[in-house]
């Protein structure tokens, strides 16, 4: 019933028409709305009047299906990190991560704890990291410029790094959850 | 009020010490006996009908847990709250949920962070928020959570610190913050 193949190798495409791909990618990202730490908080305040985001061309969207950025706002928990991997093996290519906050750069303030993720880069493949402890919208319209100028020079390639190095991030990440009950790859 | 409380509860049990009394709050002491009943007649006859929290403190040094119901009144604005000492290996104390549904959530809680069971509850050895936990529980003393960290998640860099003391006083010479200059410490 599943799907049980690996991810496919992405295809080259010519020099212009992969030039037109990325400006209209980096014009129009659309981020999954989905809340995963304490950094959700900053998100709001970039939706409404004061700090803008659609104005770039960002957006909100409630399913996987319709985005192209993941947003880890903060710190990551075991629990939630197999909600994450399942969400962002369902975008479709190309993807983004975004990462927020120090928590997600070596643990933050909680890098002692028994429960939360040191190093994100581990598990996930992250493009822009934000720092802050929350960063500020005007840190993370920032980053976001970053992101936009990586993919319009074709610097943003994490989604590639993970399918070729599918293997060495699923060790980490089975290292870690001990219970997976998801298929070997979530279409 | 509390002073009627306080006699209400000495006149019945014979095993009550008292911890602090201030205006509209009072702390006992009770054995493991008799404090179930305490708990129930504050309930029934002294309108403490309010079940706040249960909350455990590991008491490693004298080999035992804590176990304290906190309990309130809002009709006369008091709090009430009652001890009992419990052993820290197999530990098993009697369920409230029959009385308090929500004391089911509590006892979940300390089941899983603790050790501590409470049989009776009708949800008894679920997971609450730990996935697939393998260690002992790990709000214990007991349990080096910064070891398992390192183990698990992995080392990480940590952020370099700089006394600004020695920082400062390596370029000014001899510096000491203004506050230290208030409280006048010697030159």
């Given at each position: 019933m599943y799907?049980?193949?690996?991810?496919?190798?992405?295809?080259?495409?010519?020099?212009?028409?992969?030039?037109?791909?990325?400006?209209?990618?980096?014009?129009?990202?659309w981020v999954t709305a989905y809340g995963t730490g304490?950094?959700?908080?900053?998100?709001?305040?970039?939706?409404?009047?004061?700090?803008?985001?659609?104005r770039f061309g960002i957006a909100m969207r409630p399913t996987p299906r319709q985005a192209d950025v993941l947003i880890i706002?903060?710190?990551?928990?075991?629990?939630?990190?197999?909600?994450?991997?399942?969400?962002?093996?369902?975008?479709q290519d190309p993807k983004y991560i975004v990462a927020l906050g120090s928590c997600t750069i070596n643990g933050g303030m909680y890098f002692d704890s028994y429960n939360t993720l040191n190093v994100l880069d581990r598990y996930l493949p992250v493009d822009v990291y934000v720092m802050g402890c929350m960063p500020r919208?005007?840190?993370?319209?920032d980053g976001f410029s970053l992101l936009m100028r990586k993919i319009k020079e074709g610097r943003a390639e994490g989604w590639k790094h993970y399918q070729k190095n599918l293997d060495y991030y699923r060790e980490n990440q089975k290292a870690?959850?001990?219970?997976?009950?998801?298929?070997?790859?979530?279409w | 009020m509390i002073d009627r409380v306080m006699?209400?509860?000495?006149?019945?049990?014979?095993?009550?010490?008292?911890?602090?009394?201030?205006?509209?709050?009072?702390?006992?002491?009770?054995?493991?006996?008799?404090?179930?009943?305490a708990i129930l007649n504050a309930r029934t006859l002294l309108g403490f009908r309010t079940l706040q929290l249960i909350s455990v403190v590991d008491r490693m040094e004298e080999n035992r847990f804590q176990l304290t119901w906190i309990l309130e009144n809002y009709t006369d604005s008091l709090v009430l709250l009652v001890s009992a000492d419990y052993p820290r290996e197999n530990c098993s104390v009697p369920s409230l949920s029959a009385v308090w549904?929500?004391?089911?959530?509590?006892?979940?809680?300390?089941?899983?962070?603790?050790?501590?069971?409470?049989?009776?509850?009708?949800?008894?050895?679920?997971?609450?928020?730990?996935?697939?936990?393998k260690e002992i529980p790990p709000m214990r003393r007991d349990f080096d959570t910064e070891e398992y960290s390192m183990r698990v998640y992995g080392e990480r860099q940590p952020r370099k610190?700089?006394?600004?003391?020695?920082?400062?006083?390596?370029?000014?010479?001899?510096?000491?913050t203004p506050m230290g200059r208030m409280r006048g410490e010697e030159e």
């Open positions: 799907c049980n193949e690996r991810p496919p190798e992405p295809s080259e495409k010519k020099e212009l028409w992969r030039k037109i791909n990325d400006m209209a990618r980096a014009n129009s990202l304490c950094g959700a908080i900053e998100l709001r305040p970039l939706r409404t009047s004061r700090f803008d985001m659609e706002s903060g710190y990551l928990s075991v629990k939630t990190l197999k909600r994450v991997i399942r969400v962002y093996e369902q975008i919208p005007e840190a993370i319209i870690i959850i001990t219970d997976w009950e998801m298929p070997d790859y979530n | 006699k209400e509860l000495e006149g019945r049990f014979s095993s009550l010490e008292l911890v602090r009394e201030m205006h509209n709050y009072l702390h006992v002491y009770l054995d493991r006996g008799e404090v179930m009943e549904p929500a004391a089911s959530a509590f006892e979940r809680e300390l089941f899983e962070m603790y050790g501590v069971s409470f049989p009776g509850n009708p949800r008894e050895g679920e997971d609450f928020i730990l996935e697939g936990w610190h700089t006394d600004p003391r020695q920082y400062i006083g390596e370029i000014v010479g001899e510096w000491k």
